[in-house]
């Protein structure tokens, strides 16, 4: 039973396009959302996160959109570097909730070709 | 000036063995977690401490238990290890509000 879907396991991209990662989410009570990056060896970073008030926010060349009647969200980078290449997860919480419990989908790899 | 550190980084072991992972972070955050990725990349809380207090149990085997000897650790103590404990366990904290978790580089457990 997977709460947070990210149904495309890799992506490849041109350096200087935009680069669009998706996710879909089930459980309605899920109020936010974020987006880490994970390269080989090391452990998930922060990238950006939205609350559901929200239906869009920004941070440089990252921006995190939500569409709460479709439960998707999307990532962009515009424009995309090579060193942006790494595995991207989506997670969710019920922030509302006594505690901090992120559900992560199983992530998307994007690979940005110079 | 690493902000959550594992040891170790890599840990083999045979089936049956106890081992520990230790998980130690310098960011003054309240609350810790372990994640464990499987084989198939999914990446699945076990547990959250708070303060020292267990305030999350995913149903995880008895034979994962986390100690918290103050709230700057958080060590994972596993008993008669299974070859399906064969992962990657990643180490996390945050601060109050705690949506924004900071990770550890994992450790990669191998049991034969």
């Known amino acids: 039973d997977q709460q947070v879907k990210q149904n495309s396991p890799s992506l490849s991209v041109q350096e200087g396009r935009i680069s669009i990662l998706n996710c879909d989410y089930t459980n309605s009570m899920f109020d936010y959302f974020l987006w880490y990056k994970k390269y080989p060896a090391e452990g998930p970073t922060f990238l950006i996160s939205?609350?559901?008030?929200?239906d869009k926010n920004e941070d440089g060349r990252f921006t995190v959109f939500l569409n709460k009647s479709a439960k998707h969200l999307s990532l962009h980078i515009v424009p995309s570097q090579p060193g942006d290449s790494a595995v991207y997860f989506c997670a969710a919480s019920e922030n509302g909730g006594a505690t901090n419990k992120l559900i992560f989908g199983t992530g998307t790899l994007l690979a940005v070709q110079p | 000036d690493t902000a959550v550190s594992q040891t170790p980084k890599y840990l083999v072991t045979q089936m049956g063995n106890d081992k520990s992972i230790k998980c130690e972070q310098n960011l003054g955050h309240d609350t810790m977690y372990w994640y464990k990725q499987d084989s198939k990349k999914f990446l699945k809380i076990m547990f959250s401490?708070?303060?020292?207090?267990?305030?999350i149990n995913e149903t995880v085997p008895n034979r994962f238990s986390p100690k918290s000897p103050d709230k700057a650790h958080l060590n994972l103590h596993i008993n008669s290890l299974e070859l399906g404990d064969s992962a990657v366990y990643f180490c996390?904290?945050?601060?109050?509000?705690?949506?924004?978790?900071?990770f550890g580089p994992g450790t990669r457990l191998t049991v034969l």
């Open positions: 939205i609350s559901s008030i929200k």
């Open positions: 401490y708070n303060n020292k207090e267990l305030i």
């Open positions: 996390a904290s945050s601060g109050p509000g705690g949506n924004e978790q900071f």
